[in-house]
């Protein structure tokens, strides 16, 4: 009898992660008192938690199938699917390579900090843009089958079909939970977990994306890697097209915004989760998303970026 693709999963995550009422929130935004919910993907429970457990459940998996012995990615300096990947490598017994595009910091706060405990070799390569940093990845995985290693290679932020498959999954345990839900709002970095989520819901127009300024293209690649993901899970091609928010990004991934900082006082993280609820406010605010829409705010975690040297004095000038 044939496997479901769902099932082929190493478990890593702590799952179901909880659904909870964001009450005072949807008041605040004037919206029906049951109408706004919080999926706590932050609870995960691998390092710190964070969405990316979801993805690496799958992505260990089919590593583990193809006999690799180094788990080999990369992304920026306080990327948390870096630091979950070297969290799940030391979980399987794997070794880790991580590439991080940015300059070595003289003091390491928070990701870093949290990379630096969990011990994977880690390859700075200074400030490159997303195809770089892909090209860089590949590269490192190159040299590390030139020293007898066998590598797995996963994109930035596990944004492989293969990944996405952790939130057809995800898709499923919230519909669940919550049979009424009709949009889901998260923060688009690298694109997978979005497509994921189209996959498993089966249409874009129940999910906003929030382009927090990391992938060029994700308007062409998260449809394209939601119908991929659909079809490997045996699901009917989405319908309906992509909806990603593009304007709460600011100069780039990782820059300040004021909305942004808003945001933050419900403890969300100043490069995803923070400018994904941005947006959500935002839709609300222009109408996008109506006073009695049931949403559910995905919390994808990146709480250890809070604690980033860099981002102190902007997270303690709390806004007027």
Known sequence: MPVDPLDRRVPLAHLPTPLEPMRRLAAHLDMDEDALWVKRDDATGLAGGGNKARKL????????????????TGGGRQSNHVRMTAAAANKLGLRCTIVLSSEQPSVPSGNVLLDELLAPEIVWVGALDYY???????????????EGR??????IGGASV??????????????????????????????????????????HERVLGVDVGAR???DT??????????????????????????????????ALTDDCRESLDLILDPVYSGKAMAGLIAARKDGRIERQTNVVFLHTGGMPALFASSYAEWVRARPR
């Open 162 to 203: 293969t990944g996405a498959l952790g939130y057809v999954r995800g898709a499923q345990e919230l519909a669940n939970q919550h049979p009424a839900v009709e949009v889901v709002v998260t923060a688009d970095g690298s694109g997978g977990t979005h497509a994921g989520l189209v996959a498993g819901l089966g249409s």
């Open 221 to 254: 690649q998260v449809p394209e890697k939601a119908t991929e993901t659909a079809r490997l899970a045996g699901l009917p091609e989405p319908t309906g097209s992509v909806q990603i928010d593009h304007g709460r990004s600011g100069e780039g991934y990782g």
């Open 57 to 72: 459940e799958y992505l260990c998996e089919d590593a583990q199938v193809h006999g690799c012995d180094t788990l080999v």
């Open 216 to 218: 060029p293209d994700l």
């Open 132 to 146: 770089a940093v892909e090209g860089a990845i590949d590269h490192t995985a190159r040299r590390l089958i030139d």
């Open 150 to 155: 066998r590598p797995y290679a996963m994109p």
